[in-house]
């Protein structure tokens, strides 16, 4: 070209590789606070017990990115006797949920914290055996003061309570769009979705 800008055409080899490559799957990544820090991808992800800290009756989870693609299945799996799984995004990234989000924990409660914002696309299925709690809440206070924090890792405390007292919202903007998602419900349980519209 006269102007010196270099212009560069895919090859054959390049243009296959990028076609055959297909969607990109979302992330759930831990950060190593609760347990230890890994990286889980696939169409079937399965999170563990082992992945968190259990406190009596409670199970939690920390991520720095949780994120679940189209076709995709993140399930949260563990001892039948837990009453909550309390789960908290760390990164700052909002979390993209156009998958199906499961829990075969007992008849546990599933509870969802991430203050950058938690984004259901048309896509996303709900099947836990309790009810579901998301909130673009930073923290997650318990009846004896302990306190979960999305914002402050090391200030926070894990305890046996199970009583919830409240949840505290960040002085951010909400991110949290519902956009028809579906919940998979049974007739002996009661679904609960809980998401501040943006």
């Known amino acids: 070209m006269s102007d010196g800008v270099r212009s560069h055409r895919l090859g054959p080899p390049l243009l296959v590789a990028l076609l055959a490559a297909g969607p990109v799957q979302a992330q759930i990544v831990t ?31 920390s991520f720095e990115k949780f994120g679940i693609a189209t076709g995709q299945t993140a399930t949260f799996t563990g001892p039948g006797d837990i009453k909550n799984v309390i789960s908290r995004v760390t990164g700052g990234e909002v979390s993209n949920i156009d998958g199906k989000l499961a829990s075969t924990v007992g008849q546990a409660d599933l509870y969802f914290l991430n203050p950058a914002g938690v984004v259901f696309g048309p896509n996303a299925k709900l099947d836990v055996p309790g009810s579901f709690h998301v909130s673009t809440a930073h923290e997650l206070r318990f009846a004896d003061g302990t306190r979960f924090s999305a914002l402050d890792k090391t200030g926070s405390g894990l305890t046996v309570e199970h009583r919830r007292r409240s949840a505290s919202w960040a002085k951010l903007p909400s991110r949290s769009r519902w956009t028809g998602a579906s919940c998979d419900s049974h007739p002996e349980r009661f679904c609960l979705w809980l998401a501040a519209i943006s």
């Open 31 to 61: 950060d190593g606070t609760v347990g230890p820090k890994v990286s889980l991808q696939g169409g079937e992800i399965k999170i563990g017990a082992d992945l968190g800290t259990r406190r009596g009756g409670n199970l939690f989870h």
